[in-house]
């Protein structure tokens, strides 16, 4: 099942990639001696390349001479929010702009995100609704950004886990959590994300608040499998994540309080994990951005239990995705958010072809979108990325990506297949 709506998508290039080495993030090998043929926007086939310049031939395909590269599937970063106003003076100013403005600064994240490899996006509470006229304006070639599926508003307790923003939605009680659900169903929603416990950035709560009852779990999670879409949470402590996997829920957001029992029971019920590492080990993006110090210790206070957390699930064959919770293309510690946060992923236990393969195709089967997107083969998207070394011997690789591709289109090259583009 493909998760919520389906938006049409105007970016459709033709192109023949040649003089690669494929990324196969399926099998976990490297396949050198292969040409990529691409027609509207879709791998049409994956060919012998035999070396020539010209094209093969037949194809009339513009050829595209990768220089020896390793060539990805795009990234796919399954926890991000594009208007995410964290305490502190950025996070006032974003909260002091109109929709407009919000929807502008959207647009521009977008950019840099597809910029930095990241070729599809799954929001998790976003403001104003913005992020459906920017899934629109993406899917029409109004604006670059990668695909969007997005949650709209998170649904959250009054007073609950990121309530003073728009970018949430109060209800209370079982009936207005399904409203809720059905409100964000409504204006476009391709999943929905509820605030089942307090969180880091909240001044009122702990990480270990339990915010729903079970009531309002099994209302929202009901009511969104019923329309056919799937229900993530963000979620601390092991007691309230138990609950709401026995009623069905699909992804845990963070998971900072795991047990070993409430992992074996996500990897049984088929909930995936989405760590977002990161959040825990921002200091100095914090620092960056003003965020206060309650905030910032809360954090970093919490790391070594959200470690602890992330090792009982990969020990119990949970299916972990890659979320960087913080804006994807935000330049961190001498790369992205999400190179950053796949690095932590690799380094706390996952090897490197499972950590590119939680940044590619696990988050594509989760989105149901895996025979469209999530690795390189025929019939999906050319949504791909180049870089100068092998990923699947180091996530660090992804630090020197240098060419991005969407639809077919070259939207990003620093000077590797064309000469002289762009930037980040
Ligand atoms: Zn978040």
């Known amino acids: 099942m ?27 090998v490297v396949r050198a001696g292969l040409a990529i043929r691409i027609r509207d926007g879709v791998i049409e086939a994956i060919i012998p390349d035999d070396g020539s310049s010209e094209g093969s031939g037949t194809s009339g395909l513009p050829v595209l001479d990768m220089g020896g590269a390793f060539v990805a599937p795009g990234l796919i970063n399954m926890h991000t929010h594009f208007s995410l106003s964290l305490p502190g003076p950025v996070g006032e100013r974003l909260e002091s702009m109109d929709p407009a403005g919000i929807a502008l600064y959207m647009a521009d994240g977008a950019r840099r995100t597809l910029h930095n490899g990241v070729t599809t996006v799954r929001c998790v509470a976003e403001k104003g609704h913005a992020d459906f006229a920017l899934r629109e304006a993406i899917g029409s070639g109004w604006v670059q950004g990668p695909r969007i599926y997005t949650a709209g508003r998170a649904l959250v307790c009054t007073g609950g886990h990121g309530h003073s923003s728009d ?19 409504r204006a476009g929603a391709d999943l929905i994300k509820i605030m089942i416990s307090g969180g880091i950035a909240g001044e ?97 206070g919490a790391g070594e239990r959200h470690i602890a957390s992330y090792r009982m699930a990969l020990e119990a064959g949970v299916d972990v995705l890659l979320g960087s919770d913080m804006p994807p293309f935000w330049p961190f510690e001498g790369t992205s958010a999400v190179v950053r946060e796949l690095e932590h992923m690799h380094d706390f236990g996952l090897d490197a072809a499972r950590t590119l393969r939680a940044g590619t195709l696990a988050p594509a089967r989760w989105l149901g979108i895996d025979d469209q997107t999530g690795s390189i083969a025929e019939g999906k998207w050319a949504d791909l990325i180049a870089l100068p070394e092998d990923p699947l011997a180091s996530p660090s690789a992804l630090r020197d990506l240098d060419f991005v591709m969407q639809g077919g289109v070259v939207v990003r090259d620093d000077g590797r297949a064309t000469p002289g583009t762009e930037e980040r």
Not at 233 to 258: K, S, T
Not at 266 to 283: H, Q, Y
Request: net charge negative; charged share 20%.
């Open 2 to 28: 493909q998760v919520g709506v389906v938006t049409s998508f105007e970016t459709k290039g033709h192109a023949e990639l040649r003089n690669l080495r494929l990324v196969d993030v399926e099998e976990g």
């Open 167 to 185: 970018d949430t939605m109060e209800c209370d009680g079982a009936d207005e959590f399904a409203r809720g659900v059905r409100t964000q169903i």
């Open 204 to 300: 009122h709560e702990t990480i270990s608040t339990p915010q729903l009852t079970t009531d309002e779990m099994a209302a929202a999670i009901s009511t969104a499998h019923a329309w056919g879409r799937k229900v993530t949470a963000h979620a601390g402590p092991a007691a309230v994540i138990a609950e709401a996997v026995r009623l069905g829920l699909d992804c845990v957001e963070h998971g900072y309080e795991l047990t070993a029992e409430v992992c074996r029971a996500m990897a049984e019920n088929g909930t995936a994990l989405v760590p977002t590492l990161i959040v825990t080990r921002s200091g100095a993006f914090f620092d960056e951005l003003g965020v206060p110090q309650w905030m910032q210790q809360r954090s970093l």
